[in-house]
């Protein structure tokens, strides 16, 4: 199947053509003919497979044969969870409509606002926003939602998970009733339903892959190593890897400060982005990471989605997220468009339980590799043949021959039952900087 079959337009055949791409992805196939029939749609796929070009494309065709917007509206709102993914979107949407006579504007926080209610005085077609600074522009009346056509969540699952529900909310409640629905996903959950019966009519489902799994494109293994040497570690492995790009996920926006100026002071050209970093320094390090300035951008979950980086070969958990899914979104930044990628997760024991549930939402055991010099000294529980299982432990009895005492540091000793504690949380309820 080609581009040219799912009934696109000559100007949008050649933009795509330009992008050397030549056989829509599965998502693609599917979702570009629902969206051009007019109907609302739920599409889901795992992250790195095109769905920004499964909804962008459609809505372009249809948009160029409209009339323009007028001032202070637009035609179609893209509303998306992060500035980062807000920046791609809106990326995609003039890469493939620059042949067309459209006009397009994204807006996010963490900037100065005039500039973007000048860009919307004058109308666009595509409006790409966070939750949060559509609403500050609305308010201000430099935006109107009476045009609005087509109105596309993108990354829903993430917006619920940043806590946005409240704010897609009400902006839905400003939308016209008569228009087309579209959300886009990796993963449709419980709630995701839920609002989706609020937003969506009688859709098309797509869904090509199969929840909560992981790319083909992509090899994963996990390090075993003792949270201390964490960073030699990582620092070994760009070093001996001769790695030129990596992007490295930590847990906290002060841990990744701290990992940063680790790296930089190793010699390995680093920056940090998330929430606290300002909109100005979030773009020069991405973009510095992209051109080859910086050799490992260290993230917080913030960048999880959003970053789409050409042949991105290699992602570092340094930390495992508390939510699991997150891992999936986290390596699918690596073996995107069918380039093969590998994602490597540093892991001391205190994570055993968040790798157990890891393995039980991919359904696989994840290679384990010891690297010489960094044995731990409190090794990870071995892994079953059934994914997730090592985190069940045998009963222990203090007589029994593997019975040791615990260090007089507090730290369990090989072969000791883990005391009991409490599971990491599975949600934030605070609402996200965006």
């Not at 920004?52 to 509206?73: D, H, M, V, Y």
């Not at 806590?163 to 629905?181: A, C, E, H, M, T």
């Not at 690596?334 to 590998?342: E, F, K, V, Y």
Request: with cysteine; net charge positive; aromatic share 4%.
């Amino acid at each position: 199947m080609s581009f040219a079959s799912l009934g696109l337009s000559a100007p949008l055949l050649k933009a795509v053509a330009e992008q050397q791409y030549t056989i829509p992805s599965p998502i693609q196939q599917q979702a570009i003919p629902a969206v051009l029939s007019g109907r609302d749609v739920m599409a889901a796929a795992q992250t790195g497979t095109g769905k920004t070009a499964g909804f962008t494309l459609p809505i372009l065709e249809q948009l160029s044969q409209g009339k323009p917007a007028k001032g202070n509206r637009a035609r179609v709102l893209i509303l998306t969870p992060t500035r980062e993914l807000a920046a791609q979107v809106a990326e995609s949407v003039a890469t493939y409509g620059k042949y067309l006579s459209l006009k397009s504007a994204v807006v996010f926080g963490g900037v100065k606002i005039n500039p973007q209610m000048m860009k919307l005085r004058g109308g666009v077609d595509v409006l790409v926003a966070t939750p949060g600074r559509l609403l500050d522009l609305y308010q201000q009346n430099a935006i109107r939602f009476d045009s609005i056509e087509t109105f596309v969540l993108d990354e829903a699952d993430r917006m619920l998970d940043m806590g946005f529900i409240r704010d897609i909310r009400k902006i839905i409640q400003l939308l016209p009733s008569k228009r087309q629905n579209l959300m886009f996903s990796a993963t449709f959950s419980d709630p995701i339903r839920k609002l989706a019966k609020e937003l969506i009519h009688d859709p098309v489902e797509v869904s090509v892959t199969p929840s909560n799994s992981t790319a083909k494109t992509v090899t994963q293994f996990v390090y075993p190593v003792d949270k201390k040497q964490k960073p030699k570690l990582l620092l070994k492995l760009i070093e001996d890897g001769n790695w030129e790009q990596v992007l490295v996920f930590t847990k906290t926006k002060h841990g990744a400060n701290r990992l940063t100026r680790f790296l930089d002071e190793a010699g390995i050209s680093a920056a940090a982005i998330h929430g606290n970093k300002s909109q100005g320094a979030r773009t020069k390090a991405l973009s510095g990471f992209k051109n080859g300035e910086v050799r490992a951008l260290v993230a917080t979950d913030i960048a999880a989605r959003g970053l789409d980086i050409d042949q991105l070969p290699q992602v570092v958990n340094f930390e495992l997220p508390n939510v699991a899914e997150d891992y999936v979104h986290r390596i699918g930044r690596t073996g995107r468009a069918g380039a093969s990628g590998q994602a490597i997760s540093l892991v001391c024991l205190d994570e055993s339980d968040l790798l157990g549930g890891i393995e039980r939402l991919t359904r696989q055991t994840i290679e384990r590799r010891i690297v010489e010099g960094f044995e731990p000294v409190h090794p990870l529980p071995d892994a079953s043949a059934k994914p997730g299982a090592h985190s069940k432990r045998r009963p222990h009895h203090k007589n029994h021959k593997s019975a040791r005492p615990e260090h007089k540091d507090g730290q369990r000793t090989p072969g000791t039952p883990k005391p009991a504690r409490r599971r990491p949380r599975t949600q934030s309820k605070a609402k996200a900087t965006v």
